[in-house]
């Protein structure tokens, strides 16, 4: 499996951003693609999870209401649509695979199987 990950960049408080994940050579048709992000000094961290049989999704507490997860099944590219931003929404931000799903909503973020590059957001005050 390969993870791309692209759309990170620089933007001012409140701003948005989209970030998109294109993934190739799943094994199994029910998998789960997930967004983590880790800031200097700062462990990683689960932010959202798709899941590509059901659409079923998972946020973290901090980007409930302001993030929003997409899985285009055609091109297996999935979305990550940043709203509201915060400066503490800084991060290297990684999209990851679990191929299969094993249903635990991409947690903990050491059990995924497969991982991109990071793509950097950057947040302004």
């Known amino acids: 499996v390969q993870l791309q990950a692209s759309g990170g960049g620089l933007v001012q408080a409140g701003g948005s951003l989209r970030l998109s994940c294109a993934a190739s050579?799943?094994?199994?048709?029910?998998?789960?693609i997930g967004w983590f992000r880790q800031a200097p000094g700062k462990e990683r961290e689960g932010v959202s999870c798709i899941s590509s049989n059901d659409g079923s999704t998972y946020y973290a507490d901090s980007v409930k209401g302001r993030f929003t997860i997409s899985i285009n099944n055609a091109t297996n590219t999935v979305y990550l649509q940043m709203n509201s931003l915060k400066p503490e929404d800084t991060a290297v931000y990684y999209c990851?695979?679990?191929?299969?799903?094993?249903?635990?909503?991409?947690?903990?973020?050491?059990?995924?199987?497969?991982w991109g590059k990071g793509t950097l957001v950057t947040v302004s005050s």
């Open positions: 990851a695979a679990e191929d299969p799903y094993s249903g635990s909503y991409c947690q903990p973020y050491y059990g995924m199987d497969y």
């Open positions: 050579g799943f094994t199994f048709d029910d998998y789960a």
